[in-house]
């Protein structure tokens, strides 16, 4: 089994900054893709970023230029270091990942709890 935990979602105002941290534990052989969601209330979950096992990376267009994906292999974590914020990026935010736990098995996606970012104006 694996679980990812979430972790730096709070409130800041407009324009503030903050870091969200997703680390993967268990049985881990290696991890391929990770990305980051969120869902607003009311609304559909939405993918924010990806990034993949490579360091390729892919962002909604509503975040370019002000979120940046990134992990650390070697800590099975990823990151999502947000910034400029604005209300509209309110919300809960969930990473999950692509894990392989041993070498003959294909991936399997799992999913954090999630962490609540709030923006205020």
């Known amino acids: 089994q694996v679980q990812l935990v979430e972790s730096g979602g709070g409130l800041v105002q407009a324009g503030g900054s903050l870091r969200l941290s997703c680390t993967a534990s268990?049985?881990?052989?290696?991890?391929?893709?990770m990305g980051w969601y969120r869902q607003a209330p009311g609304k559909q979950r939405e993918l924010v970023a990806l990034i993949t096992s490579g360091g390729s990376t892919n962002y909604a267009d509503s975040v370019k230029g002000r979120f940046t994906i990134s992990r650390d292999g070697t800590k099975n974590t990823g990151y999502l270091q947000m910034n400029s914020l604005k209300p509209e990026d309110t919300g809960v935010y969930y990473c999950n990942a692509d894990v392989r736990s041993r070498s003959y098995q294909s991936g399997y996606t799992y999913w954090g709890q999630g962490t609540q970012v709030t923006v205020s104006s």
């Open positions: 268990g049985i881990i052989f290696s991890i391929n893709g």
